[in-house]
Nanobody
Framework: QVELVDSGGGPVEAGGSLRLSCQIVSFIPSKNWVTWWRQVPGKEAEGIAGIYVASGNTQYSDSVKGRFTISRDEPRNMVYLQMDNIQPEDSGRYYC????????????????????WGQGTQVIVVS
């Protein structure tokens, strides 16, 4: 059974950095998109970063472009989200998600595109 395990969240000062990790269990992604999402209470989850594992092609939302970097480590079946220059509005619960069928980046950040989700990891920005 495919499982995604998110980790790496915690408290971080505004302006600081954090790296989130997503371990993909029981599946070796290749021609798959893996994405990171952020959810805050009372709002829909927002897709913020995605990577196509086979090519390394990436996509970002405007809210994190230039500050966050998504990457993958294929031998370890890991996907990372490097968060730099973190701002108070980056607080939230972060989830990674894997699509088994999506091949292109068009309208990537739609929840229905993704079949497997991690349990989430909380990021709390303190100032």
């Amino acid at each position: 059974q495919v499982e995604l395990v998110d980790s790496g969240g915690g408290p971080v000062e505004a302006g600081g950095s954090l790296r989130l990790s997503c371990q993909i269990v029981s599946f070796i992604p290749s021609k798959n998109w893996v994405t990171w999402w952020r959810q805050v209470p009372g709002k829909e989850a927002e897709g913020i970063a995605g990577i196509y594992v086979a090519s390394g092609n990436t996509q970002y939302s405007d809210s994190v472009k230039g500050r966050f970097t998504i990457s993958r480590d294929e031998p370890r079946n890991m996907v990372y989200l490097q968060m730099d220059n973190i701002q108070p509005e980056d607080s939230g619960r972060y989830y990674c998600a894997l699509s088994m069928t999506r091949k292109n980046a068009f309208h990537l950040f739609i929840r229905a595109n993704f079949d497997h989700w991690g349990q989430g990891t909380q990021v709390i920005v303190v100032s």
